[in-house]
């Protein structure tokens, strides 16, 4: 098989291409399918797990300024000072195997849910239907679609049968397109190829036969991708870069100054450029990228343990945003095992050769599969033997019913079902309850109140109407003269629970508010069941006549939208997003528009393919319950990140600006690069666990938002504040104490490592520290953290690194400095948040 793309292929007709190939209508076999995928000019081998983890660690040392510390280190060695080589090494060895092991496993999440979403296609291989990854698709494949798929491929159609494709993904055209088989001029603009079928469209409705012909980024999408590859990202991920640039400018420009002012002070240029190598490393926020992965991934393995499948990390974010929570009452408000209450003539008696209809008609719909359908295959009381099928017109969005034509060995007969308001105008007659045939028009308005009393009662209402035929053969136009036979009245009850869910969305500041295509009757029965007082409802038609200003106030008013279109649900959405953080949830193709306008999209596991593909999240199981914790691991996640910006902009960076300023005015340096670097080692640890720490109550009960200006000014007040008590550390060893040069630099490692120890427990939480409960890995490699760093000047290993022991009256004045700044930083704390929270 030909590697290259198969330009201007749907000039040829079918016979051609199965011939090009190698393929026939019953598709390809196994072993032909994989000799093509692994002959394929995309196909990439997948890494084992160690490539992959050989590339990471590698990748832990890549950043320019650990390429330029180590760059120091082998040039310092070079020169013949070695000692301090293998120990700053051995310190930043460690701290790539700590950053390693962590984003590993953040990895393997991470793989774990892209292979649980991963969307499969039915393609025939040695005959048989198959359901096969889409990425393993391949020329000469047969493939099936319906309703709801994604095209995998560039494809010719085979056979179809009322085939209308989505192709706004390239055409920018969001209405339906027609397609059959035939052969199309090599002229042909894009949305006139009516015989073709292209990658990341999606089928709307009908049903179809195509054969694969190109793949990957041979295919008309493969190459826009390859072209334009830049991905949307999401506030949070835009704030992280940008304070990541700040702080690294910051840093930089902070590095050079000193290293400068050491050489012009004529201090060693190896030692100089060491010191300022390490200080960036110290300051950098290198450990940004890292933990925002290890968080998110975390709460993704949390998610997924609620049944919450996160299919971009970054989304997460975001969920702990949303304020607003946009749904369809099935599934969702109600328990979507949708039951047959009763099936009536135009009279309201029940009727067994409506109950036939609906049944026939359900039986043989071969679209996307939907509960009203098999609650109907489950019906009893059939009287006549199932029929022979025919034909089929498929179900869409524009005409709202679903027709199916039938040979019962006496007659032909066309059956239709689908919503009233577009089974009435294709009715001229009506099968009256002694089986009689009358003009539609005397009974019209009788039909009309029984499905608005139905609606009131709560129960939803399909109609079913038919007409004898003689002809083979049948299109839309087909569906007009049909008799009305009745209605179907299904019952679909309100969940277990669902008003405490309710309570705890209120609780998390999520409000409600229900969107669905179903009658304004049982809409606002459901929305009173479920305790909306005096619930305001609009229509889709009604909407038609707002205009978008006056849309903008009066959605945010609205409790409910009834019997609206599939393009009012993004008109809805994109009113609400101007008042709130919106999520949107829905499984069908009718919910793609507003899935992918919505801040957050939401949809289920058994969601056709276009629905789940456009979602951020996927729910294994369709209950608001399961979406209320993933709300609640969405605000964690963004709680726990925030928590590390917050200690990297505070006590280190205002512990390193000190340091600093301090090699500005001493004769020796305050720090030597490798007690800097094991300072950064040390805290490294517990920073490390900040993604499974513990999260307030308080903290969970409000979305949260990524604000810029807020860190700032906490950086600016807490590295201040840090910077104080480390000018007093300074005076205290240089001018009170008159310590010597080991002695003042061990006495400022151990002053710095503990105070970057404690901010954390007291930044991690708005309350006082002591108030509330740090995650107990958290706990414990702190206290590691400081066990180490008090016992490290009394060890063999103090002399490596140049801690010397100190007097017990410096050690006392050490700790008199740390418990001050820790009641001044608690104390700053709680009055930071109350002031800049509130403003």
């Known amino acids: 098989m030909q590697p290259t793309p198969h330009n201007s292929f749907w000039q040829y007709d079918i016979e051609y291409w199965f011939k090009q190939l190698q393929s026939a209508a019953n598709g390809l076999s196994h072993a032909d399918a994989l000799a093509n995928l692994q002959s394929s000019s995309h196909y990439r081998k997948e890494r084992t797990h160690i490539q992959k983890d050989l590339l990471l660690f590698i990748s832990q040392f890549k950043s320019p300024l650990m390429l330029l510390l180590l760059g120091a280190v082998f040039l310092s060695a070079f020169l013949g000072d070695t000692s301090d080589v293998f120990i700053i090494l051995f310190i930043v060895i460690s701290t790539g195997i700590l950053s390693f092991l962590q984003e590993r496993n953040a990895g393997r999440v991470v793989e774990k849910l892209q292979s649980m979403i991963a969307i499969k296609n039915i393609v025939l291989r040695d005959g048989k239907p198959t359901a096969v990854i889409a990425t393993f698709i391949v020329p000469g494949d047969v493939l099936l679609c319906k309703a709801g798929d994604m095209i995998p491929a560039d494809c010719l159609i085979i056979e179809s049968n009322e085939l209308h494709v989505n192709e706004a993904s390239l055409t920018g055209e969001s209405y339906p397109v027609r397609k059959e088989a035939g052969v199309v001029d090599v002229q042909a603009e894009l949305v006139k190829r009516s015989n073709s079928l292209w990658e990341g469209t999606s089928v709307v409705s009908g049903t179809a036969k195509a054969l694969v012909i190109n793949t990957g980024i041979n295919t008309l999408f493969g190459a826009i991708v390859q072209t334009a590859s830049a991905t949307v990202e999401t506030s949070f991920e835009k704030g992280i870069k940008e304070f ?22 004529h201090k060693s240029v190896v030692e100089s450029a060491l010191f300022a190598l390490a200080l960036a490393v110290g300051m950098a926020p290198e450990l940004l990228p890292a933990i925002t992965t290890i968080a998110m991934s975390a709460g993704a393995q949390r998610l997924l343990n609620k049944k919450v499948i996160v299919k971009k990390l970054a989304s997460i974010q975001n969920l702990g945003e949303i304020n607003l929570l946009c749904t369809d009452k099935t599934g969702t408000i109600t328990e979507g095992a949708i039951s047959i209450e009763q099936v009536v003539d135009i009279s309201g008696n029940e009727n067994n050769f409506v109950r036939t209809l609906a049944y026939w008609n359900a039986l043989f719909e071969t679209g996307y599969e939907n509960p009203i359908d098999e609650a109907l295959k489950n019906s009893t009381g059939i009287i ?12 869409d969005f524009i005409r709202k019913r679903l027709s199916i034509a039938v040979d019962t060995g006496k007659e032909r007969m066309l059956i239709s079902k689908g919503a009233y308001s577009q089974i009435i105008p294709v009715c001229t007659q009506v099968r009256l309850a002694d089986g009689t045939i009358g003009s539609l028009e005397p009974y019209q308005a009788t039909a009309g109140k029984q499905f608005e009393a ?40 309100v969940k277990a629970g669902i008003a405490e869910t309710l309570t705890e969305l209120k609780k998390l500041k999520v409000h409600l508010k229900i969107i669905t295509g179903d009658n304004q009757n049982v809409a606002l029965s459901i929305g009173r069941r479920i305790g909306i007082n005096n619930p305001v409802v609009i229509t889709g038609k009604e909407l038609f006549n707002v205009s978008t200003e006056a849309l903008k106030h009066r959605v945010k008013a609205t409790h409910i939208f009834a019997e609206v279109e599939p393009q009012q649900k993004e008109r809805i959405i994109q009113a609400l997003r101007k008042s709130y953080t919106v999520a949107y949830m829905g499984d069908g193709i009718n919910d793609v528009s507003a899935i992918n306008v919505a801040d957050v999209g939401i949809s289920v596991n058994n969601a056709v393919d276009v629905a789940r593909e456009a979602a951020d999240f996927v729910l294994m199981e369709k209950d608001l319950s399961v979406l209320v914790d993933g709300i609640r691991e969405g605000r964690k996640t963004f709680a726990n990140t925030l928590k590390y910006i917050f200690i990297n902009t505070g006590s280190t960076f205002g512990n390193m600006f000190s340091v600093a ?7 020796f340096l305050p720090m030597l690069p490798k007690q800097i670097l094991l300072t950064n080692f040390i805290t490294d640890f517990p920073y490390l666990s900040i993604a499974s720490d513990n999260v307030d109550k308080e903290q969970i009960q409000k979305p949260g938002k990524w604000n810029l200006k807020f860190i700032r000014n906490y950086m600016v007040i807490f590295g201040i504040h840090s910077s104080v008590f480390d000018i007093i550390t300074f005076l205290t060893l240089f001018y009170g104490l008159r310590v010597k040069e080991a002695v003042f630099q061990t006495g400022w490692f151990i002053e710095s490592i503990l105070t970057e ?21 958290l706990l414990m490699l702190s206290v590691l953290g400081l066990l180490i760093t008090t016992a490290l000047p009394y060890t063999p290993l103090a002399a490596e690194v140049g801690l010397v022991p100190l007097p017990l009256m410096n050690i006392g004045a050490m700790f008199l400095i740390v418990l001050c700044y820790i009641l001044t930083a608690d104390l700053l704390k709680v009055w930071f948040f109350k002031r800049y929270r509130a403003s």
């Open 244 to 265: 990541g640039y700040f702080l690294m400018k910051v840093t930089l420009v902070l590095s050079l100054f000193i290293l400068i002012v050491n050489l012009l002070n």
């Open 384 to 395: 006549e033997a199932v029929p022979k099928k025919i034909g089929e017109i498929p179900y």
């Open 454 to 493: 139905f609606g009131i009662n709560g129960l939803r209402c399909i109609a079913v109407c038919y007409k004898v035929i003689q002809r083979d053969g049948f299109t839309k136009e087909d569906e007009a003269d049909m008799i009305f036979a009745g209605f179907v009245l299904l019952h679909d009850p």
């Open 661 to 667: 300023a301090a090699s500005l005015l001493l004769p």
């Open 757 to 777: 120890l404690f901010i954390l427990f007291i930044i991690r939480t708005p309350k006082n520290f002591f108030r509330s409960k740090p995650g107990k890995y």
